[in-house]
């Protein structure tokens, strides 16, 4: 069992950035696949960003691409969402997920991969 805790929400200004954390705790030793989903008022939770265990590379919704960087730490414990250029449409509240699958990368996107999830964190674009 692993629990997963958000951070580093709050209120931006379009164009502005953010960067949103999660940290992993409880069976750490296991390494992770990790991604980040999000959820505005109204809509289906979507797929942001995700990091599969076995290669760290990580993938992107088309929506975020060039602008979303997903990274991890060396102790892969802590998942990274860096947010640059970030528009109204952004807003959410952003959710960390975790697996101890290694899904392919088409699978990525699917809540339904992953087992654990945090209890998100609220991103406001607005001016």
């Known amino acids: 069992q692993v629990q997963l805790a958000e951070s580093g929400g709050g209120l931006v200004q379009p164009g502005g950035s953010l960067r949103v954390s999660c940290a992993a705790s409880g069976r750490t030793s296991r390494t992770y696949t990790m991604g980040w989903f999000r959820q505005a008022p109204g809509a289906d939770r979507e797929f942001v960003a995700a990091?599969?265990?076995?290669?760290?590379?990580?993938s992107y919704a088309d929506s975020v691409k060039g602008r979303f960087t997903a990274s991890r730490n060396s102790a892969r414990n802590v998942l990274f969402l860096q947010m640059n250029s970030l528009k109204p449409e952004d807003t959410a509240v952003y959710y960390c997920?975790?697996?101890?699958?290694?899904?392919?990368?088409?699978?990525?996107?699917?809540?339904?991969?992953?087992?654990?999830w945090g209890q998100g964190t609220q991103v406001t674009v607005s001016s």
């Open positions: 990091i599969r265990r076995a290669d760290g590379h990580p």
């Open positions: 997920a975790a697996t101890e699958s290694n899904p392919i990368t088409g699978a990525l996107k699917w809540a339904s991969t992953y087992d654990y």
